[in-house]
């Protein structure tokens, strides 16, 4: 099930539970990589960030996949209220069912706020990493073809 509605393919009327659309959240098999908080320096830095701006893509990738599940459910309610309505089923019920779809459509495009807001994210961390990238890479070349050994990052800070 791909949670996909294309125009002329036939649509079930089942609605999804709740348990098939809600994303795992990522672990150790994401292939992103882990991040050592202690040592912020050059390489680990970069990386973080580009750990971010994966995370924020992932998150955008996922929130689609549950608006198109949401908005699917939705016309499914719909429908199923139109049904209950055309075989005169109690007004109440039929009522519920439309009010659950318009939650379900309320929802789904409630969550479009969140998807700018991680787009947003993976566009400012993205442009942190070139930022940092562009910055920093020359130091970090000389001093790695000095072959002598560095202090730790933030041993040379500037106190004021």
Request: net charge negative; with cysteine; glycine share 8%.
């Amino acid at each position: 099930m791909s949670g996909e509605i294309v125009p002329g393919q036939v649509v079930s009327g089942e609605i999804v539970p709740r348990e098939s659309y809600v994303p795992a959240v990522p672990d150790s098999g994401d292939n992103l990589p882990a991040i050592p908080d202690s040592n912020l320096g050059f390489l680990s830095l970069g990386l973080a960030v580009t750990a971010l701006a994966a995370r924020a893509l992932w998150l955008k990738e996922k929130i689609w996949v549950l608006q198109a599940l949401f908005r699917r459910n939705a016309d499914k309610a719909s429908n199923m209220s139109e049904m209950c309505d055309a075989a005169e089923v109690d007004p109440r019920f039929t009522a519920l069912i439309m009010e659950g779809a318009t939650s379900l459509r309320e929802v789904a495009e409630a969550s479009g706020d969140l998807v700018s807001a991680a787009d947003e994210m993976q566009m400012d961390a993205q442009g942190f990493a070139d930022a940092h990238e562009g910055e920093y890479r020359g130091g970090y070349e000389v001093v790695q073809s000095m072959g002598v050994q560095q202090p730790k990052p933030g041993f040379n800070e500037v106190k004021y």
